[in-house]
């Protein structure tokens, strides 16, 4: 099978031969599952923003909202509220090689911070938990601007799909639908959207996706997994608090690596996660 290999903004090379990409959750939301790595104050997110860079990350996933279909919901106003001053914040601190990913599913916030971005000089790319599903003005910004977007798959509703069959099937969709309105399909990410986003979706659907992620190669993207400290983990090993579910995280990400992921994204940016995951990443290699 071909290689997979891409390169975002002429200084980040994603791929098979390249190591993997650290992405450092910057949480917004109070209403989170996992309290821990919520910063909400900019003073705290200045902070973890800069220990993060230095530890590694490539890339800062800024999201204001919890996706979570059990969270308080927030209006477009309140998101905006939060992730404006933050982003500004973060966009006048972090180095230009470091991309920022706004984690939002409406336009109006993919917008005003992609303005806030082309303001200060710095990258920017969209992380859409919903696939493009829940505002089609998503999209229209995405093709206009050719800005490079992170695909988590999704059918109706952020996370509904239940296999890595399903998930290389909608995914598929949406590609074909970005490259059939002119936009560079080279800077389409993937991600199989592991995580209990509906009620069917039970620990062992993702325990099957991780396990079966090379699969997901087939669709010659870049391969993105968000595994975190989620639910998957505690309900497997019994631990319902999220800040107990390091080392269930970091095996499942050696794992997923092992099994072809190109980014992680974590809450957890330091050295334990860097060599486990450079250690999953040889034995990959290795022949």
Known sequence: MNEIYTKFFDFLELGDNFPIVIMGVLNLSPESFYKGSVYDNLKLLEEKTLEM??????????????????????????????IIPSMETICKIVPNDVIISIDTQYQEIAQQAYNIAIKLKKKIIINDVSCLKTDPGLL??????????????????????????????????????LSSKGYDHKKIILDPGIGRWIEEKTPECDMRIIKNLEKLRSLRKPILVAISRKSFIGATLNIPEPE??????????????????????????????LEIIKMAEAIRKSH
Request: charged fraction near 30%.
């Open 244 to 273: 107990k579910r390091l080392n269930g995280t970091l095996s499942a990400t050696a794992i997923a690596v092992y099994n072809g992921a190109h980014i992680i994204r974590t809450h957890d940016v330091n050295k334990q996660l």
């Open 53 to 82: 860079v230095k530890s590694g990350a490539k890339m800062l996933d800024l999201g204001a909202r919890s996706s979570a279909p059990w969270s308080k919901k927030i209006s477009i106003k309140e998101e905006l509220d939060r």
């Open 140 to 177: 229209d910004l995405v093709v206009e601007h050719d800005i490079p977007i992170i695909l988590m798959a999704s059918k109706s509703i952020p996370g509904d799909l239940l296999s890595i069959e399903e998930i290389i099937i909608e995914s598929k969709k949406t590609i074909e639908l």
